[in-house]
């Protein structure tokens, strides 16, 4: 189970990242509201960031708002990446570098849709579902069992 606790910024010659998305996660999002605009900052997670970098570590900004097309509705994605690094001078005193891909040196990824499985095995992390109701839980498992079967055997070994 990946902990940000144990990121190391010295880790891969220093080329090691940690990877932030935006919408959800770092800033507020409650529907789309145009490709500029971003939610208020969420103060969990911009704590992450700040102490991550005070540690001398890096941190991007991972978003889907950068990844292609050029164009939506009429906006630059340059445009974009311009209020998105206004974002972060403003709610995290900094300019971060803004991607919309993973690499090799990611050493994770926050995000508020990513499930996090055990790595090469396949069983969910066990603190992934310690955070949805009971109810959420139990459809969760059925879901699984649809598609998933073996997750939802995973699961059962937790
Ligand atoms: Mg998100």
């Known amino acids: ?3 940000l606790e144990d990121y190391d910024p ?7 990242w940690v990877g932030f998305d935006l919408d959800g996660t770092l800033a507020y999002h409650e529907g789309y509201k145009g490709r500029l605009h971003i939610g208020a900052p969420i103060p969990a997670t911009v704590a992450m960031v700040k102490h991550l970098l005070e540690r ?3 941190v ?7 990844a292609p097309p050029e164009w939506v509705d009429d906006v630059h994605v340059s445009h ?15 300019e971060l570098e803004v991607v919309c891909a993973k690499d090799k040196d990611m050493f994770c990824l926050v995000d508020d849709r990513a499930i996090q499985v ?7 992390c066990k ?17 699984c069992n649809e598609k998933y079967g073996n997750a939802l055997r995973a699961l059962a070994d937790m």
């Not at 880790?11 to 090691?16: A, N, V």
């Not at 055990?118 to 969910?124: A, H, M, W, Y």
């Not at 992934?128 to 839980?137: A, L």
């Open 127 to 143: 603190d992934t579902v310690d955070y949805v109701t009971d109810e959420e839980f139990v459809e969760l498992l059925h879901r």
């Open 56 to 58: 001398g570590g890096t």
């Open 60 to 66: 991007k900004i991972v978003t889907a708002r950068m």
């Open 1 to 3: 189970m990946i902990k």
């Open 80 to 94: 974009v990446l311009g209020a998105i690094i206004l974002w972060c001078e403003t709610h995290i005193g900094q």
């Open 10 to 16: 010295k880790r891969d010659g220093g080329r090691s």
């Open 118 to 124: 055990e790595k090469n095995t396949g069983r969910l």
